[in-house]
């Protein structure tokens, strides 16, 4: 089907996205379809990326026709369950891939992240519908990178900016139920309604539900072999932050049913016996997928993401035990700072989750993954190999979405493996 109108609608570079669509697709046939023993529910995560900037941006599109908000986000910190209370539209925006850098860099230094980076060029080189799409974005005071990039970024889109503290006290506490009590104010202006205690409580249950398949999904990959490989856990913690929820979960769930014939089988992605690895660190957004294809090629299996695009981002589910929106948001409130971001000083709850992933998921090493200028997690590492490097083998691996380090990646990772058998 041919989306063309809708995208020179939204102003997109039409050559270059073109250029984008055509690489990715290449890139996945090559990393995701190459997969042996794939459980056959992926068809439809297959289908997703396959009409990536199609048939969701079309569904978003009718969504705006009917007056509904659209709203972007780039941090699992923003309380998206505010969003859809209002019949509104939550998109995860964080891009993974190395696309307007040089447009990027006119406006911002060289050595950044390459996450901030990318949003900046998805925005500037016109190829991406979602932003294009959104009625306005929300960030969040998190790192320092984030958070004066999206002074600049304001003047490209709208950006509505969440005070994030940066320790979990008493009062940074009643200073992040204020934020929240103010972004649902600015979500109520926005689009035109006032939250009832009803809405909310919907708005939370439907998150939490994808939250739980989710939940489900990880749980699967205890067994040996596990059910899936890490690169379709990955796509699908992806998929996540921008299809429709309802559908979604339903697909997780169908996944998850199909998982649980498999391990009752002992039927997996690899052999039983196959090297375990917990990933953990910086979000890999959508197409970042360098170090689980290496990780996984090289004949091991990821069974854990400790990670937004992952474990941090399902783990805590919001309480729905409270007759009043302000009880909800408070409840609201308090699950999104159980998050335990690297921002955060100090962030002890960090390292005892990622100890308690080990645990459960039998990993036998553990992959720290930073992007190169990310300082909450470059320096983070030293608490972090600290908690678990008794327990399991560690790699240390700082990157960024190019591809000229492949091969000496590859290399090192590979001799990991050689420590883990
Ligand atoms: S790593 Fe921290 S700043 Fe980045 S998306 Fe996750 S919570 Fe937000
Ligand atoms: S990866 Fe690190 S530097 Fe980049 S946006 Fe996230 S926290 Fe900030």
Redesign the pocket.
Known sequence: MGYESLWQKLGLDLEAHEGLLNGLGKVYEQVFLAQKNRPQAMEYFDQVVGSIHGARVEELFKAKEESRLVVGTF???VPEEIVWAVNGICVGLCAGAEVGFEQAEELLPRNLCALIKAFFGFKLARVCPYVEICDFLVG?T??DG?KKAYEIFNSLKKTYVMHVPQKKDEESLKLWLNEVRRFKEEIERASGREISVAELKEAIELINRRREALNRLNELRRADPPPISGLDTLLINQIAFYDDPVRFTTKVNELCSELEERVKKGQGVCPKGTPRIIVSG??MAIPNWKIPYIIESAGAVIVGEES?VGR?NTRNLVEVSSSTVDGLVENIANRYMG?D???FTPNVERAENLKEMVSELSAQGVVHYSLKFCDPYTIEVHHMDNAVSSLVPTLRIETDYSQEDMEQLRTRIEAFLELLK
Do not use: L, Y
Request: charged share 20%; glycine share 0%; proline share 7%.
């Open positions: 941090c699992v910190f969040e998190t790192c984030k910086c979000p937004c941090r998050i971001c690297a921002i």
